[in-house]
């Protein structure tokens, strides 16, 4: 199972900040957004990498994709050097094959300044509620996202990352059945043999059926 990292760079030297995603290691791993990449080759690769997510859940890291690259502003902001949301392929970002780099420019002018439907739009809070709005939702609110929010998003990511892994209890235990019956074991019981029996599909099916 794949192992996907939400990252942020800061290049010790200039200040410049680039968030990422990638399955390979990420204080190896250098980035590979374009404004970001020349920028290395510029200034060298000194860099502090600081993991925002480590998940095997693939939409919960394009979910915090999403929800950092609004937060930071990353797109529009001249501390940041990404050009695109930082959203694991989602909405806002590209992926797939290689469409050339001035397919990528156009990309960027068509949902950049007012083109872009968040342009003028802000995030505000109360200190517990928030909302995204061109004006300010009242004298109690100010620019920013929810502390209690963002506290609900940590702890989720800090759960995740516990049960991640060795952490996890069912880490390198498999189903094993001997066509009837189901054991989750990390070894094969004589007689036995990978997958799930007929009495653990029936429960299987029923909790879907309850849900």
């Not at 937060?71 to 695109?84: D, G, P, R, Y």
């Not at 802000?122 to 004298?139: A, H, L, S």
């Not at 109690?140 to 929010?149: C, D, I």
Request: some cysteine; aromatic content about 12%.
């Amino acid at each position: 199972m794949s192992i996907y990292y939400l990252y942020k760079k800061t290049h010790n030297k200039t200040g410049l900040q680039y968030l990422g995603q990638t399955k390979r290691d990420p204080y190896k791993y250098q980035g590979s957004g374009s404004d970001w990449v020349k920028h290395i080759d510029e200034h060298g690769y000194d860099v502090t990498t600081e993991i925002l997510l480590e998940t095997t859940d693939k939409d919960k890291r394009n979910e915090l994709g999403r929800y950092y690259s609004e937060l930071w502003n990353v797109v529009e902001s001249k501390q940041w050097a990404n050009k695109i949301p930082e959203t694991g392929g989602g909405p806002g970002g590209i992926k797939g094959r290689d469409r050339g780099e001035e397919f990528s420019k156009k990309c960027v002018i068509n949902n950049t300044g007012s083109k872009n439907p968040s342009y003028g739009i802000y995030w505000w809070t109360n200190g517990v509620d928030e909302q995204k709005t061109k004006i300010q939702p009242g004298p109690e609110w100010w620019r920013g996202r929810s502390t209690v929010l963002k506290d609900v998003v940590s702890k989720s990511i800090t759960r995740k990352h516990d049960r991640s892994g060795k952490n996890n209890n069912s880490h390198g235990k498999y189903w094993w059945t001997n066509g009837v019956d189901s054991v989750k074991s990390d070894k094969c019981p004589a007689g036995y043999y990978r997958g799930v029996g007929t009495i653990q599909r029936a429960k299987s099916c029923n909790k879907k059926l309850k849900a």
